[in-house]
Each structure stands twice: as structure tokens, then as C-alpha cells.
């Protein structure tokens, strides 16, 4: 078989000085509630580099979705951002005046939605809704603009693009909305695309062609890539780093490889042995995460997953101390647990 | 193997034969119907007491449309179900509901199949008294099958909204054992849940089904679940069983090139693994119930169809977009092999050609993400079939 240069190879060392495209720092997010305020986001640090991929990994309810949506100024009322920046090139969107972030959006950080539906506008053609998307940041004549749709519509690999420009999104199945949708998010050459769940709603084998259809894109523009999953064998087929986020919260962080190979936070770890998987016996009875994710009204004092938690038990620093994120193993590595030396002690055997 | 011979039909809970079910549009303004679907062409299958039957494929496949057929929520436009050795299909209204305290559904949204003004005393106890239970022995039954969901009695008073989406999954178990069914019909019942809930729900239906000796029909799209929870599998693909058999046949051995393209679609938690894989990228879209297409209704994505050809064994013929054997254009293929084992494929494939497909063996040197299966033709994703 002949060698085949693949995005991955070319994606898996990505350089390692380069600057973060996004970075976001201490983002906190609230929505004001009763007895309490609910803190969706809690101190949340994370950045992409370009050509990376970054996935970020969380259960409903995790922050991961909301930490994105602060970073791009999008928290609907009456949540607020309290605290945090989020660089886009240096650039702190959270400080920029609404006209000014309104043109970043789309030009430079761009979001994909899980549900290819709600993204698009049942009323207007494709084609119209994605040259509306050019025109508002582009001076373009309409013809120009429509040439631009078909062209973009081509790019994801929408058959028979000049015709389907002019189609309603009900006329197109789930992977082509989603298609469509994707080519909205890519019509400004963005540095950052933000995949939120982009192949939940879909069928194993367009959710394949779909996350392809991405790398082909992000190895092309070397554009950053931040993927909100909560399938860990989609993380590990793309992903190039990993956060994982617990209660509003990165519990873990670090490259691809030591996330999977050496977990160093419980939570982690028990998110591996619940799921089923392809290659583990199928009789095997899985290890389910007992209890519930915790309300972002009412954290716990301590660590937000100790009452879940197999390493806490009873143990008083995980009821009473909220670990910090910090470095397990290697630099690189994060990992938010009083106890991470357990898991390193209990040596890292392939899950 | 799990799997019992099919001869011995005493132990068969759930029967199909030759199963249709055509929708048609109705017409418009006394026009003729424009089009039908044929949701599900010739379906056979069978349960057994207390085993688990996965039912998967994609979205149009046909797999909730025979969930419902078997309920006689549908009526079949033709063909035979029958149900504890009992033909089922010509049932009328007050017979069908005397059957269904002998099978239940569970449904996958816990939040819309449970109504938010009744407490949980109630939706469990409704089953019970819409089938006449004597209401003595409501409260103690009630008790017991809490129990066994693993919901703890007390929280009987309380209303759904109350519970989170794993605990009103539970609540929906319940509802469907209470009437101590032989086969509960499962749709995509953890598929609304978070991961780690998955894993409570799958335990408890195992449990349960340990203890009781109940028959499933568990749907879904989720391949790693399916794999998880059944003894038999059958691969669904527009309304037809492309491939059926004993649970570890179908995904350590699958033969139809659709059940080994899904099982390459599927991602596996294992960075090294991922590299390893190759991965087939399927033409295309599944097509429409409305436009089967002729001969095996898998051609127009196989890629099993594409190397046959480019091998240039026997006859060919271009359709498709694309160079394909004559027979797979032309003759519609039944479902056949040796045992329990069956595909509906003319050129099904040998073990040793899956684990090479697959590369889920120790191929180091095949890292190669999307690499193509030998004698293949790159996939054009532009599909004509759309």
C-alpha cells in the first residue's frame, strides 16, 4: 500500500513555540438564581494553537458549550461573564465594543452547532443565508456573493452545488445541513472554528464523512479547531490535546496521549470505564459513574465530583478543598485532584 | 455461541415473517398518492425467551418503524408477526390491548413519554389499573418494582420534572414492567442520556433481564451499546436485515460490506488504535424508502462492489458514478450463508479480508488514516445516489 501523508501525521507535532490563536484565561461565568448564583463557568483556562485540535470533553451541564459561548460574548441575559479574558490574537473580545465584536465573529471565530436544524433559517434559501453571512462582512455584488455560496457549498462536498444553492435546509438530509452549515462557518476563513457537537445528531457513517470533511479543511487553512464532544473515541481519532470539564471546571488537560494513556484525574478515568466500548468484552458489565453531575447552583464546598468520586471516599481534602488545576506527571499535563499521585501509583494500565 | 438453531420454535418469543410496511402519501385533491415508502421490505426475524435481538442501522433504516410494527402501533401491509406462538397481525383493537400487558415500550425521550402532572405512584400504577389489577395489590407491586429500577420507594410522591434524565429512564422501565411483560421493545433508550448514566441504565436492563427472563428488542444507532447489551444482532439498511447472527460473529466477523463500513466508522477511545485503523468513508447517503434502488439497495455506496469490479471478477457495468458487478446492479440479493450467521451480499467477505479492511489487528505500518482497502477506488463523497 502505497504511503499516504495524512492531516493527522501532518497535525500530531503541531509546533510546539507556536502562539495561541485563542486563548482563553479565567473565565467565569454566572447566572444570577435563588438562594444562590449558578457559575456555569468556574475559572476556566484553555487555549488552541493553529492547525491544533482542541477537544474539550464534558458531560450536559459541564461548562463545556457555555465557556465557548462566554468566550464569543454570546451569554444570553441574564448570565454574565464576571471575570476572564479570552484572546483572539492578542486581542481581548470580551473588551471590545459590540460593533467590533460583531465583526470578529464569523471573520475570525466561527461556530458549528450540533443540531444542523436550528442553525439554519427554514424560511430563506441556503444559498441566501450564506451569502448573507458573506456580505455582512464583505463588500461583495450579490452575483459575486452567489458565485462565493456555490463555491463554498462545492468546498464541503455538497453534490450538484450550482442547483442545491437555491434549496430550503428541509430539502437537504441532516449531513448536508450540516454540511451547509459548515460551509457558513468556513465563508470568512476564520482562525478559529468552534465544533459543538457537530456529529451528535447524525449517523455514524456522514458523522465520519463530516469530521473528515473538517480536518480537510483545518489541514488546507491551518485554521485552530476547538471540538465539544462527549465521545472519547472522537477525541482520540482528532483530537490533538484534551481538556476535560467537570462542574463548570477543566478537571484534566494535556496532549492527546496522556490523557488516554495516563490519566491523571478520576473523573477521567471513570468516564473510561463507563462507556462501552468496541474492543472491550462485551460481556463485561461496565462501571457506572454512581450519582449524578452536580447542579452549578449548588457545588459542593470541596471538589465538585468527591461525592462521586471512587479515590475520595471519605477522604477531608476532597470534602473541604477545591484542588486547583495543576501540573500531574509532566508540564503539559493538568490535572484539578488532590490525589493524581494514586492514580500514577496505581500504574497506567491500557484501558 | 448465544445463539440457538432456528428449528426449535417453542422457545421463540417473537417471530417476523417476510415483514412489508409501505407508507403511502395520501392524495391530494383526488390526485393518485405520489410516492410510498417501503419503511420495511421483508423483514424476518426471531426473539427467544429471555435473549436480547440489537437492531441497528441508520436513521431511515427502518428500525424504529419494526419497533412499532411488533407493538401494532402499525399494521404490516403484509407479511406475518406472531407473538408467544400466536399470529398477531389480524388482531383486532381489545385483543391488541390485552397483548400489550405482555409487551411494553420504552421509549427514548424520558422527558416527553412522561406526563408532568402525574406523580411517579401514578405512572407506575397506571399500566395496573388500566389493565384492572386489583387495586390491593397496586401499592405492594409498586414497592417491588421501584426497587428493582433502583428508585428508592419513598420518592413515589413526587412528579417527574423532579428527576434527572436517567432517573425518569427508570421511571419509564418501571411503567413497562409492571405488568411482568415477556418482551419489552427498547427504542434508543439511553441514547437521550449523558455517558456516564449509560452505563446505569445498560446494568439495570441487564439485571432485570437476568432475573426475569424477559426478551428484548433493543434499537439503536450506537453500535459499542448494541454490542453491549445483545446476544443476536440484526443490521438493518432501507427497511431491509443486510446481516444477521450471533453477536460476536457480526462484529469480530461481519461479512456485509455495510456492517464492516459502520464498524469502521465508529471511533474507538484508543489514540494508538485510531492511528492503526483504516477507516472506509461510505458514498454518499443512505437513500430514501421512496427510491430503493434496484438490485442490492447497497450498491450505490458499497465500496465491496467497486474493488470486485476494479478486480474485473465476472461482468460489469457502470451506474452509480462508478464501475459495478452486473449482479449487484441487478439482482437483489437474499440473505444467506451457513448457520446463524447470514448476509445478504454476492460478494460477501472472507474473515481474513475484514481484519485486513479493518486494520484492527497489529498492522504497524498502516497508520494511515482513510488509507483505501486494497483494489479500491477512492472514494468520491459527491455521491450520485443524493
Known amino acids: 500500500m502505497e504511503t499516504v501523508t495524512t492531516p493527522r501525521n501532518a497535525r500530531s507535532e503541531p509546533e510546539s513555540d507556536g502562539a495561541a490563536v485563542l486563548e482563553i484565561r479565567g473565565l467565569l461565568t454566572r447566572f444570577p438564581g435563588e438562594p444562590v448564583p449558578a457559575t456555569v463557568v468556574n475559572d476556566v483556562s484553555l487555549s488552541v494553537r493553529a492547525g491544533e485540535t482542541l477537544a474539550v470533553v464534558g458531560e450536559s451541564g459541564s461548562g463545556k458549550t457555555m465557556t465557548f459561548v462566554s468566550a464569543m460574548g454570546l451569554v444570553a441575559h441574564p448570565g454574565r461573564v464576571i471575570a476572564g479574558e479570552a484572546l483572539l490574537s492578542g486581542i481581548d473580545l470580551l473588551k471590545l465594543p459590540a460593533k467590533e465584536l460583531r465583526k470578529r465573529r464569523g471573520a475570525e471565530i466561527a461556530m458549528v452547532f450540533q443540531d444542523p436544524l436550528s442553525g439554519l433559517n427554514p424560511v430563506f434559501r441556503i444559498g441566501d443565508q450564506i451569502m448573507a453571512v458573506i456580505r455582512a462582512h464583505r463588500a461583495l455584488s450579490r452575483t459575486d456573493a452567489r458565485k462565493e455560496a456555490v463555491r463554498l457549498l462545492e468546498r464541503v462536498h455538497i453534490p450538484d452545488a450550482g442547483r442545491r444553492v437555491d434549496d430550503y435546509p428541509h430539502q437537504l438530509s441532516g449531513g448536508m445541513r450540516q454540511r451547509a452549515l459548515i460551509a457558513m462557518a468556513i465563508a470568512l476563513g476564520p482562525k478559529v472554528l468552534i465544533a459543538d457537537e457537530p456529529t451528535t445528531a447524525l449517523d455514524v457513517t456522514v458523522q465520519a464523512q463530516i469530521l473528515e470533511l473538517l480536518s480537510e479543511i483545518q489541514a488546507e487553512t491551518g485554521m485552530a479547531m476547538v471540538l465539544i ?109 488532590h490525589h493524581w499521585h494514586d492514580l500514577a501509583a496505581e500504574g497506567d494500565k491500557a484501558r | 455461541m448465544t445463539d440457538q438453531p432456528l428449528a426449535e420454535t417453542e422457545n421463540a418469543i417473537l417471530e417476523l415473517d417476510n415483514v412489508t410496511k409501505v407508507f403511502e402519501s395520501a392524495g391530494f385533491l383526488g390526485r393518485k398518492p405520489s410516492h410510498a415508502v417501503r419503511a420495511v421490505d421483508g423483514v424476518s426475524l426471531r426473539i427467544d425467551r429471555g435473549e436480547t435481538l440489537g437492531l441497528v442501522g441508520e436513521t431511515g433504516s427502518g428500525k424504529s418503524t419494526i419497533g412499532r410494527l411488533v407493538l401494532r402501533l402499525e399494521d404490516p401491509t403484509s407479511g406475518h408477526i406472531a407473538f408467544e406462538g400466536t399470529d398477531i397481525t389480524g388482531l383486532g383493537t381489545r385483543q391488541v390491548r390485552k397483548l400489550r400487558q405482555r409487551m411494553q415500550m420504552v421509549f427514548q425521550d424520558p422527558y416527553g413519554s412522561l406526563d408532568p402532572r402525574m406523580t411517579v405512584r401514578d405512572l407506575i400504577a397506571e ?36 428527576f434527572s434524565g436517567g432517573q425518569r429512564q427508570r421511571i419509564g422501565v418501571a411503567r413497562a414492567l409492571v405488568l411482568d411483560p415477556s418482551l419489552l421493545v427498547l427504542d434508543e433508550p439511553v441514547s437521550a442520556l449523558d455517558v456516564s448514566i449509560q452505563a446505569q441504565i445498560l446494568n439495570m436492563l441487564r439485571d432485570i433481564q437476568r432475573t426475569r427472563n424477559i426478551a428484548y428488542l433493543f434499537i439503536a444507532h450506537d453500535l459499542a451499546v448494541v454490542r453491549h447489551i445483545s446476544h443476536r444482532v440484526a443490521v438493518l439498511y432501507l427497511g431491509r436485515i443486510v446481516e444477521t447472527g450471533p453477536r460476536d460473529e457480526i462484529y469480530e466477523r461481519p461479512r456485509h460490506p455495510y456492517t464492516v463500513s459502520l464498524l469502521s466508522s465508529v471511533p474507538v477511545p484508543d489514540p494508538d488504535m485510531e492511528r492503526r485503523r483504516n477507516r472506509i468513508v461510505l458514498h454518499g447517503e443512505i437513500s430514501s424508502g421512496t427510491a430503493v434502488p434496484a438490485g442490492c439497495r447497497f450498491h450505490p455506496r458499497c465500496f465491496r462492489a467497486r474493488m470486485i469490479a476494479a478486480q474485473g471478477k465476472g461482468p460489469t ?70
Not at chain 1, 280 to 293: E, K, N, V
Not at chain 1, 297 to 308: M, V
Not at chain 1, 320 to 332: I, M, V, Y
Open chain 1, 229 to 337: 464532544t462527549h465521545d472519547l473515541g472522537l477525541v482520540a481519532r482528532h483530537a490533538d490535546r484534551v481538556a476535560v470539564m467537570y462542574g463548570g471546571r477543566v478537571v484534566e488537560q494535556g496532549a492527546l496521549d496522556a490523557i488516554f494513556k495516563r490519566t491523571r484525574h478520576p473523573y477521567t478515568v471513570a468516564l473510561f470505564r463507563s462507556i462501552p466500548h468496541l474492543d472491550t468484552p462485551a460481556d463485561s458489565d461496565l462501571t457506572p459513574i454512581q450519582g449524578q453531575p452536580p447542579n452549578p447552583s449548588r457545588l459542593p464546598k470541596g471538589c465538585a465530583f468527591a461525592p462521586r468520586c471512587y479515590l475520595a471516599q471519605d477522604r477531608r481534602d476532597c470534602l473541604e478543598r477545591s484542588p486547583t488545576l495543576a501540573a500531574a506527571d509532566s508540564p503539559g499535563h493538568l490535572s484539578a485532584c
Open chain 2, 127 to 162: 399500566p395496573m389499573i388500566v389493565h384492572g389489577a386489583p387495586a390491593a395489590e397496586i401499592p405492594a407491586r409498586l414497592e417491588q418494582i421501584m426497587l428493582q429500577v433502583g428508585l428508592n420507594p419513598r420518592m413515589a410522591d413526587r412528579y417527574a420534572h423532579e
Open chain 2, 317 to 386: 457495468i457502470e451506474r452509480a458514478g462508478a464501475v459495478l458487478p452486473v449482479r449487484c446492479v441487478e439482482d437483489d440479493p437474499p440473505l444467506s450463508g451457513e448457520g446463524t450467521h447470514q448476509a445478504a451480499c454476492h460478494f460477501p467477505l472472507a474473515p481474513q479480508e475484514t481484519v485486513d479492511i479493518l486494520a484492527t489487528g497489529k498492522r504497524g505500518a498502516a497508520h494511515a488514516r482513510n488509507a483505501d482497502p486494497p483494489g479500491y477506488a477512492p472514494p468520491r463523497i459527491a455521491g450520485s445516489d443524493i
